[in-house]
């Protein structure tokens, strides 16, 4: 999960300017049926935010520079319990396990690489593997290492080519184990991540994501060369209302060289509930209406029909584990997600996984305070960092053994009235 400033403010303006009528009806109640066997579920995660004991790298020196919040410190310290963790996992009957394999752990130095980084990753892999589940290998999650952050990050040319070095590395180390593969996570979301923190300036966006889509093409062949059955995506972090325009800046530019497309969904906007306001300093007050979900799928099946659609990311804040303002409980809220990914493929779309973000709570990018677990952490406050199970643990685990929620099931929280996820069409045509 990931701040979504700039582009925020960006679709609150196209919200006012285009928004229809609130007076589209809701969407219907539809009643669903079991998602397929060969279905995906998993749980996702990324190295920097739960790994700990950080090396150097562009976000260790924004953690330790005062424009975050909160120090990094031990994060979620899965560097030393990921086994744990990936038991965690596998007893939920999670069939996939999203992870990072962190540039900035493996190569401390220029041209020099560090072996047990490397074993690290190795026995992660292996304890996936033996756990009955499938690695979904993420090669950038924002993160780079501080030499190359101090010799100019994505400003430099040259960034490109370390890059692929780097990525061409893991892909060799580790296709023969079939996993599924992100090449660069959220591409709208990081470049905004980075302008906040200092890694680029705004003139130099276009360049860094001029270079994203290059490194994106290159490794794609390059995996499908070593292994041609390959599964390659970039995941997108939906803007609501804004995401057709933001699209043209990297999504649209790659879509031939994808296998399926990655989709991380969590927040809704309507003419009536603009609290995606508060995406970027409060999100457990932005509204989580999970029926956007279901707008985002189906834009993206209209858009790329030829692509099979994968939930890399969902879930829901809370602050710091206390009840939400709006009184959503995250089981609900799971419940509710899973019913609209079932409506989706009861509506013909090819949507193949779903991932819950994330396993355990961990570094929001410069916070411990939003909290997005199916078991709590308290990195701040519980130097044991003990893994407290949620009820959303049982409640993914009964999701999961049951192919979806069952037929009977109807949404908790109400369906949105006009939602602007995909507007106009989300507000014109509600799923009904």
């Known amino acids: 999960m990931h701040r979504r400033a700039g582009i925020a403010a960006v679709a609150l303006g196209l919200a006012m300017l285009s928004a229809p009528p609130a007076t589209a009806a809701p969407p219907g109640e539809t009643p ?15 190295g920097f935010q739960s790994e700990g004991t950080s090396p150097d790298s562009n976000w260790s020196r924004y953690a330790a520079s005062g424009k975050t919040r909160d120090p990094i410190g031990t994060s979620v310290d899965f560097l030393h319990r990921y086994r744990e963790d990936i038991t965690r996992a596998r007893e939920l009957g999670a069939g996939v396990f999203r992870m990072s394999v962190e540039w900035a752990r493996l190569e401390p130095a220029p041209g020099q690489q560090d072996p047990a980084a490397w074993a690290f990753y190795d026995e992660v892999i292996d304890a996936v593997r033996a756990a009955g589940m499938r690695p979904m290998i993420t090669l950038d999650h924002w993160v780079y290492p ?52 200092g890694g680029l300036g705004p003139a130099e966006l276009p360049a860094a994501m001029d270079r994203w889509v290059s490194v994106h093409r290159e490794i794609y062949d390059y995996i499908h060369t070593v292994r041609p059955d390959a599964l390659v995506s970039s995941n997108v972090a939906y803007f609501p209302v804004a995401e057709s325009a933001v699209d043209t800046t990297f999504l649209d530019r790659i879509a031939d060289k994808l296998d399926f497309l990655g989709l991380d969904y969590y927040y809704s906007m309507s003419p009536a509930d603009l609290s995606y306001a508060n995406v970027f300093s409060e999100p457990w007050r932005a509204s989580a209406a999970p029926d956007g979900l279901y707008y985002a799928l189906r834009h993206y099946a209209e858009t790329y029909p030829r692509l099979p659609l994968y939930v890399v990311e969902n879930g829901m804040p809370t602050e710091n584990g206390a009840t939400r303002p709006d009184g959503y409980q995250r089981t609900d809220h799971l419940a509710d997600s899973v019913y609209w990914v079932q409506r989706a493929v009861h509506d013909g779309m090819n949507v193949i996984g779903y ?24 990195v701040k406050n519980d130097p044991s960092l003990a893994r407290v199970p949620t009820p959303a643990v049982d409640a993914y685990r009964r999701v999961i053994a049951q192919g979806g929620v069952p037929g009977e099931y109807r949404p908790v929280h109400p369906a949105t009235r006009c939602s602007l996820v995909d507007a106009p069409a989300s507000c014109l045509r509600p799923a009904g």
């Open 355 to 378: 991932n819950y973000w994330s396993l355990t709570d961990n570094y929001e990018w410069g916070s411990y305070t939003p909290r997005f677990g199916l078991y709590t952490v308290d």
């Open 32 to 46: 669903v049926g079991a998602l397929p066997g060969g279905f995906l579920w998993g749980v996702s995660g990324s």
């Open 146 to 197: 501080g030499w190359a952050f101090e010799q100019g990050g994505w400003r430099r040319a040259e960034m490109s080519a370390d890059w692929l070095a780097n990525a061409r590395r893991v892909v060799d180390r580790y296709a023969r184990f079939d996993p599924l593969w992100i090449t660069i996570n959220e591409p709208s979301a990081y470049a905004f991540q980075e302008m906040q923190v």
